[in-house]
């Protein structure tokens, strides 16, 4: 069975500082990654996929992941940050296999960003 | 365009009622996807429909759980006999086509209090 670990419940930075928001998944078969943002009162909207090819894969609002299969990991960047993303952070996987596109989620991190 | 709609925004009822929650999907959207956001259990996929075939209710945790999909688009999630874990907000997500690789378009979720 997959499952995704999002190793930071709470990042806290400051306006203009570099963030990542950790990523791990584990999986016995191919899976393609996601990250979901959602902001307050508000559903997900999608930051950016990995599905093949290229590892560094590059989102909406600055917002880049890289897909390491040897570390299964799938870590979010962002060089500098603003307030307006203060928001909390989903990982996700679905898995090439299944075909259903049913997204297994990580528990979220929430980004708080200080003036 | 439209973006996936669901109604009430807000719901509380008393533990033992019986709750609808509806969802309209994009238009000319084939899959449709309901997961469950709560405190203690973060997103869990709950049930999908793509087109005609069978559903994958999977992810349903009890047999007070339904769903129905009339005529390809709106669907209708149906908790029996609530009770207090049932409290959550509920998403619809709705994609052009089924599999990994389509974007899901979340909805804005509706919030259920049970007393």
């Known amino acids: 069975a997959q499952s995704v670990t999002q190793l930071d419940s709470q990042v806290p930075v400051f306006e203009e500082a570099p963030v990542e928001l950790r990523c791990n998944y584990s999986s016995s078969v191919s899976v393609y990654l996601f990250w979901y943002v959602q902001y307050p009162n508000q559903g997900l909207q999608l930051l950016l996929k990995?599905?093949?090819?290229?590892?560094l894969v590059k989102g909406i609002n600055g917002f880049e992941a890289e897909f390491n299969k040897s570390q299964t990991s799938f870590h979010l960047r962002k060089p500098s940050v603003h307030i307006s993303d203060t928001a909390e952070y989903f990982c996700a996987v679905s898995t090439g296999s299944s075909n259903t596109g049913k997204l297994i989620f990580g528990q979220g991190t929430t980004l708080q960003v200080k003036p | 365009g439209a973006g996936v709609s669901q109604s009430p925004s807000n719901k509380v009822t008393e533990k033992g009622k019986d709750v609808e929650l509806r969802c309209d999907p994009i238009s000319g959207h084939t899959a449709l996807y309901w997961y469950r956001q709560s405190l203690g259990q973060g997103l869990e996929f709950l049930i999908y429909?793509?087109?005609?075939?069978?559903?994958?209710k999977s992810g349903l945790p009890s047999d007070r759980f339904s769903a129905e999909r009339t005529g390809g688009s709106v669907s209708t999630l149906t908790i029996q006999r609530t009770q207090q874990e049932d409290s959550a907000v509920y998403l619809c997500a709705s994609s052009s086509q089924t599999g990994g690789t389509y974007e899901q378009y979340f909805g804005p979720g509706t919030r259920l209090t049970v007393t």
């Open positions: 990995y599905l093949s090819g290229s590892t």
């Open positions: 429909f793509q087109g005609n075939s069978a559903p994958d």
